[in-house]
């Protein structure tokens, strides 16, 4: 107890019960609004009553609740399983008006002493790690999160948090519920644990999860385990990458990020560096195009710098276009090279895309041969088209050179299957509402991509 503060552990005596109820009521359910995502109060009184009959054997099953004044302000679920030595964590959570107070970091600490203790006692030996759901904040809920997902990713991510790079979907929870796919799963590895695990381990964690926690008699049998287990095969090792530098926040973006409004000294600044970055002929828009974008909705143009640094030293300009992103020009100047920026910055770019609240899920980018490889390396594909778009600038009367154009799903997700027509209407978007082009499908760079697509 600390400050009015009561952490306890909920049982199965008649004020367990009780207070199992009022945290449910009170708390739980407006904390957790998609009913696919919520376990039922009956079933968390019947797992507190089987624990107490012993029926969880070496594994174990928590309900911690914090109380202030006799009313519940945060609480957490979750499990120790014995097989992958490992808890997993069903909900963590606290109350919008008790955040930035300390009680989540407390309650975290709780659990994770908890955990051990349940490792030593089952297992002999320190956990192994602690696993945890979380929504994607790349992925669009079909019921709006009840906390902005990536202030959560930043937070859990100070907590020593990583997400594995994993394709996770959370099987339904019963026959009313429907499979979870926006979710995501994060992990703290034991101290001194190489940052990652192999897909064996994981899928033991996954499918005594499911065995123990969801009710499913027989994980192997169900098709999102099935799915699951493909992808394992396939990638023996799952890599875990530190949460801020999946959402591009805090350290892992040590940069001060400045959008661009009106064409000032820091707009002449970056139109500077964008000329002396972009050599090629053609490729680079006149100052007075990127003016008149400025008044466009959804349009971007940040300057990049240190902190403390008196001018750009990388440039980001880029739309969020109806059906996906298009990344203009994405530079970083020399002190900025090599310093594994470019995989935040992204991250960065696409969380503007999100928030700009088009239909998007994902984004194009065009670039040469030489200058793929960054993009392919943060997780781009190219897309199998012929592609030239006008050109622009000084270079308006030479002919449309060749260039890639590569797509990429916001987050760390697979690569994507894109349909014909998808990349059609996206290259008709691009001709009209990047390069001006009024009638795009008559436009040869349409007619070509259209003769040549291998999508």
Not at 93 to 110: H, S, Y
Not at 135 to 143: A, C, G, S
Not at 375 to 400: C, M
Not at 404 to 423: C, D, E, I, Q, W
Request: one cysteine or more; charged letters at 25%.
């Amino acid at each position: 107890m600390t400050g009015g503060v009561i952490l306890r552990e909920l049982d199965a005596s008649p004020e367990g019960q009780a207070a199992l109820q009022r945290f449910y009521h009170g708390l739980y359910v407006d904390e957790f609004p998609d009913p696919d995502e919520r376990e039922s109060l009956a079933n968390m009184a019947r797992y507190v009553e089987l624990k107490a009959q012993g029926w969880y054997r070496r594994n174990n099953y928590h309900v911690l609740v914090i109380e202030r004044g006799g009313r519940p302000v945060g609480g957490a679920v979750f499990d120790y399983l014995v097989k992958p030595n490992a808890g997993v964590i069903e909900f963590l959570f606290t109350r919008p008006d008790r955040r930035r107070q300390g009680l989540g970091r407390m309650l975290l600490d709780a659990v994770a002493r908890t955990l051990q203790r349940d490792a030593h006692a089952a297992a002999g030996k320190p956990l192994f790690a602690i696993v945890a759901e979380m929504n994607d904040p790349f992925r669009r809920p079909k019921t709006p999160d009840n906390m902005d997902p990536f202030d959560r990713a930043e937070i859990w991510g100070k907590w020593g948090f990583g997400r594995l790079d994993f394709p996770y979907v959370q099987p339904a929870l019963s026959r009313r519920q429907r499979p979870v796919g926006c979710l995501t799963l994060m992990a703290r590895l034991r101290r001194g644990a190489h940052p990652e695990v192999s897909a064996s381990w994981l899928m033991s964690v996954i499918g005594e999860y499911m065995r123990w926690a969801m009710r499913i008699a027989r994980p192997a049998a169900n098709p999102q385990h099935r799915a699951m287990a493909r992808f394992a095969r396939s990638h023996p090792r799952v890599a875990l990458v530190p949460l801020q530098s999946y959402v591009g926040r805090g350290d892992a973006l040590p940069l001060r990020v400045s959008e661009i409004e009106t064409p000032d000294g820091n707009f002449r600044a970056a139109m500077r560096m964008l000329e002396n970055e972009i050599l090629s002929p053609g490729r680079l828009v006149a100052g007075a195009e990127f003016k008149r974008a400025l008044a466009r909705r959804r349009y971007h143009l940040w300057s990049l710098a240190r902190p403390g640094g008196r001018k750009p030293e990388g440039v980001a300009s880029f739309f969020t276009l109806r059906r996906a992103g298009f990344g203009g020009y994405i530079v970083l100047g020399t002190t900025l090279r090599g310093k594994g920026m470019l995989r935040p910055l992204l991250a960065r770019i696409e969380e503007q895309m999100i928030r700009d609240a088009t239909r998007a899920e994902g984004w194009f980018v065009e670039c040469d041969q030489r200058s793929m490889r960054p993009f392919l390396a943060t997780g781009f594909r190219e897309v199998p088209v012929e592609y030239r778009p006008p050109t622009v600038g000084t270079g308006e009367s030479r002919a449309p050179e060749r260039l890639r154009l590569l797509y990429k799903a916001f987050g760390a997700a697979a690569a994507p299957r894109l349909t014909r027509s998808f990349v059609l209407a996206c290259v008709a978007d691009i001709l009209r509402e990047v390069y001006g082009v009024r009638q795009p499908r008559r436009h040869g760079c349409y007619r070509l991509a259209g003769r040549t697509s291998r999508v």
